[in-house]
Nanobody
Framework: QVQVVESGGGLVQPGGSLRLSCAAS????????MGWYRQAPGKQRELVAI???????NYADSVKGRFTISRDNAKNTVYLQMNSLKPEDTAVYYC?????????WGQGTQVTVSS
C-alpha cells in the first residue's frame, strides 16, 4: 500500500506562485505514475499533471507553460510549481500515486487565487 500527503496550498493573488508538495510513503518502489488533479466547486475532478517513473511528464492544456511537475526521489516527494496563477486555478488539489494494483489519493490541499 502507498500513502500520499499533500501540502503547500493557500491563498495567492492572481499572477502569483505556489509550490505544492506530495510526500509518498509505504511501498514506494511499486509506484509507476504520480500525478496532480484538481476539483473546483461544482466541477468534476480533472487531471493537472503527471510524472512517470521514467520522468515523462504530461500536462493539461490549461496549465501548460505555467505549471511544472517534478520529483525528488531521495525525498519520495513530487512537486507542482504553479506560476502565473489565475482565479480559474482555484480548486482543491489532490495528489495520487498509481501502482499496478491500485491508486492512492491524498486528502487534498486548497488553492485559492483571488485579489
Amino acid at each position: 500500500q502507498v500513502q500520499v500527503v499533500e501540502s503547500g496550498g493557500g491563498l495567492v493573488q492572481p499572477g502569483g506562485s505556489l509550490r505544492l508538495s506530495c510526500a509518498a510513503s509505504g511501498r514506494i518502489f511499486s509506484i509507476n505514475v504520480m500525478g496532480w488533479y484538481r476539483q473546483a466547486p461544482g466541477k468534476q475532478r480533472e487531471l493537472v499533471a503527471i510524472i512517470t517513473r521514467g520522468g515523462i511528464t504530461n500536462y493539461a492544456d490549461s496549465v501548460k507553460g505555467r505549471f511544472t511537475i517534478s520529483r525528488d526521489n531521495a525525498k519520495n516527494t513530487v512537486y507542482l510549481q504553479m506560476n502565473s496563477l489565475k482565479p480559474e486555478d482555484t480548486a482543491v488539489y489532490y495528489c495520487n500515486a498509481r501502482t499496478v494494483a491500485d491508486v492512492s489519493w491524498g486528502q487534498g490541499t486548497q488553492v485559492t487565487v483571488s485579489s
